[in-house]
């Protein structure tokens, strides 16, 4: 029986910082109810001429020259994004090509905040069927493309960026398990309207600012508190192992407040709560795959440490998983 582990990670973040301090100018905001609603401190944005797969291709780089691959072993490249370059094709097909990755399928996953975990469990699945050695994961998200600069309630959470992992075949079991669900009910939730075959994209769409991204953030936030706790106990149980043993809790940067309710109500201690949103904001699904690139690099886990994720997302939909370093 063979498994999958992780054997690289990368991340790119562009050097445009967007502090609270640089809203204050922009919003009827301030830094002190930005950091003390949100946690967040600043956000990084992406210069007009760079796009989604562009943020994605940097980080796949680092993770490839970490995991001590060639492009030409990928079999195949999963990126989750909710803000690819084009509706079609996938930004992993032009991914695909600056890699020159030859011998890899591609697709994008969108699953909102959930698409990197998402696809991390659709390479896993790939691999332990026999029928892929190397996949590319990655989350990556352009987010200031969508946000609407004059609502107050939305464009100071989000932020740009990607991460990257290669999963590979291994006789080690990295992915000890990975919990995935949807709650379609909740659709309306976070949306962007317009652009896709029910609202097309017109002049009226535009004047109407359909295309910005939309979010009923109080509604989002209950559900994530109760979300982020049940899925990491459901990846928990699936992984067979207790809470106590978690080394790290890497759950879905989106607000501070958030993570730390979930991390109470697992009974985890605060410093096994992984948190960056202060310096990234939100970025989708990019989020637990930047952090994840940052612990490795920083040497916050060793291995063998357990590493929980847990993330909800656009859908709504959730995802966890327990991975073993
Ligand atoms: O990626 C998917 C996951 N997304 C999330 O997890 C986001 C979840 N939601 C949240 O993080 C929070 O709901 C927000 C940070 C978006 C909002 O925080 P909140 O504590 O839920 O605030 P609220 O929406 O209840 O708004 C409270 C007040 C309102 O004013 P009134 O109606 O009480 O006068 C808002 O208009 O705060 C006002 N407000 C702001 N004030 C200053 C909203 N945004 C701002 C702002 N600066 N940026």
Redesign the pocket.
Known sequence: MSFAKITGTGSYAPEKVLTNYDFEKI????DE??RT??GIRERRIADPDVATSDMAYEASVKALEAASIDPSDIDGIILGTVTPDYLFPASSCLVQHRLEAKNAFAFDLSA??SGFIYALQAAKAIIVSGDAENILVIGAETLSRIVDYRD??TC??FGDGAGAAVLSKSDENGILSTYLRANGEEWDK?IQPAGGSRIPSTEESVRKGLHYLK?K??D??KE?VKGLEYASLEAIKKADVTTEQIALFIP?Q??HR?MEAARKRLNLPPEKLFVNVDRYG?T?SASVAIALDEVVRNGRIKKDDLILFAV???GFTLASAVVRW
Do not use: E, Q
């Open positions: 919003v009827d905001t301030s109810w930005i609603r949100t909102g905040c107050r309630s100071i959470l976070i979010m953030g109080n989002v936030f994530g879905h989106a607000n958030i939100n989708s909800i997302g656009s």
